[in-house]
């Protein structure tokens, strides 16, 4: 193919990216919004060697809970929300810190919009398994960025 049929073109879906440090080590977070999947991708140290996907599916108790203004939205994840893991796992820890770092995300992204029902798809590589509160919060805190 010749140079001069190729076409420079944006990229076609909505992106947003954040980076910061997270309990000392360089994080970046970038969301792509496709029609059907939002694609959250944390990464350290140029890793991703994990991903999970969550289906944000609507609960009938859920949106009931999230209509009353005396339910205040805590730290835990909804119980509606099922993550699986598709690719990567790197033992069982590592895949349950990944599930909840993906079940929490997935479940910000159900209150910020109820009606959204695409499928969250989390790309994960953290550089080592840090189950800190500090770390936790540092990665949540920068992943909402992008939200």
Not at 94 to 101: C, H, K, M, V
Request: proline share 5%; no cysteine; charged share 20%.
């Amino acid at each position: 193919m010749a140079a001069h049929n190729i076409r420079e073109d944006k990229f076609p879906v909505p992106s947003r990216h954040a980076s910061g440090l997270v309990n000392g080590v360089a994080t970046e977070v970038t969301l792509l919004s496709f029609s059907d999947k939002i694609l959250v991708t944390i990464s350290q140290e140029g890793r991703l060697s994990q991903w999970v996907k969550v289906p944000l599916t609507g609960s009938p108790a859920g949106i009931v809970g999230m209509t009353l203004p005396s339910l205040s939205h805590g730290l835990l994840p909804s119980t509606h929300l099922t993550p699986k893991t598709l690719l990567g796992g790197g033992g069982s820890d590592r895949e349950t810190i990944g599930q909840l770092y993906a079940a929490q995300i997935a479940s910000r992204l159900s209150l910020q919009s109820p009606d959204d029902r695409r499928t969250l798809v989390l790309g994960l590589g953290l550089a080592k398994l840090d189950t800190e509160r500090e770390a936790f919060f540092g990665l949540i805190e920068l992943a909402q960025k992008v939200l």
